[in-house]
């Protein structure tokens, strides 16, 4: 019997090897709606921007000790880098590769001497989603040489296995059949450069770990916990797959 994905494309693209369809980076934005796009655009409009300010009023909270993210970086953290945000994940000689959730959660813990929250706490993702929106419009430049290497093609390893009953990898929607509709929808290159985003089917900001999660769901496959080495590597694999793309968050996505 045919499976359910090999419908969603004329039979003639079947015979294609995936790796002609290998294209530079595109955002998801590109396939929005003129509706959505609009939506993200206009910061009044974005409802991601209620996690921004979210993310705003706990940068400038003090801690335990009564130092806050904003007693390094400003109260509005204009003294963040935005090369350095775009950076990220990157590799760190005593915790190895670290993202971007996961530098905001060591700072909390060692410079406001709070205990460190649970990776994708939603307090966690209002700080990334802040900080990340300090540096919208600078493009992504993960750097993968050196001992990040081998978390890179760890990710790219996931990236490509069959997983779940449908037995299918993150490679064939996202690559061999991007462009192609599945449903009602266009599959898009799986790139990460809006996260966090505003999910409009959902209504509610969504992490990057948390979209993992959900693609492994419908794969029906058993997904990691968000933090997860697994996960890790997967971003790397997939930030330094999107280098050049300009960030986008809080990205509006359907």
């Avoid at 969603?8 to 294609?16: D, G, N, S, T």
């Avoid at 709606?33 to 400038?60: H, I």
């Avoid at 390893?157 to 997983?163: A, L, P, V, W, Y």
Wanted: aromatic residues 10%; hydrophobic residues 35%; glycine residues 8%.
């Amino acid at each position: 019997m045919t499976k359910w994905y090999m419908q969603i494309v004329p039979f003639a693209l079947l015979m294609i090897p995936g790796s002609l369809f290998a294209l530079e980076p595109q955002s998801s934005y590109e396939l929005l709606s003129e509706e959505l796009k609009q939506m993200q655009d206009d910061d009044f409009a974005n409802p991601g921007m209620a996690t921004v300010d979210r993310g705003r009023e706990l940068f400038q909270k003090p801690g335990f000790n009564g130092k806050s993210c904003a007693s390094c970086h400003g109260d509005d953290g204009e003294k963040l880098d935005p090369e350095r945000i775009a950076a990220y994940p990157i590799y760190d000689e005593e915790h190895g590769p670290v993202t971007l959730q996961s530098r905001i959660n060591q700072c909390y813990a060692y410079h406001q001497e709070e205990f460190p929250l649970l990776y994708d706490a939603d307090e966690l993702i209002a700080l990334e989603t802040f900080v990340r929106h300090r540096a919208r419009g600078e493009k992504m430049n993960v750097d993968v040489s050196g001992p990040m290497r081998e978390h890179y093609e760890a990710g790219k390893e996931i990236f490509h296995t069959r997983i779940g009953q449908r037995d299918m990898a993150c490679v064939h929607c996202h690559e061999t059949y991007a462009g192609q509709r599945l449903r009602g929808q266009i599959l898009n290159q799986a790139q990460i450069n809006g996260f966090p985003i505003y999910r409009v089917t959902d209504g509610n900001i969504m992490s990057l770990h948390e979209k993992f999660i959900g693609c492994y769901g419908t794969l029906r496959a058993m997904p990691y916990e968000p933090g997860s080495q697994e996960y890790i590597d997967l971003e790397v694999y997939m930030s330094a797959r999107g280098n050049g793309l300009p960030i986008e968050t809080p990205g509006v996505r359907q």
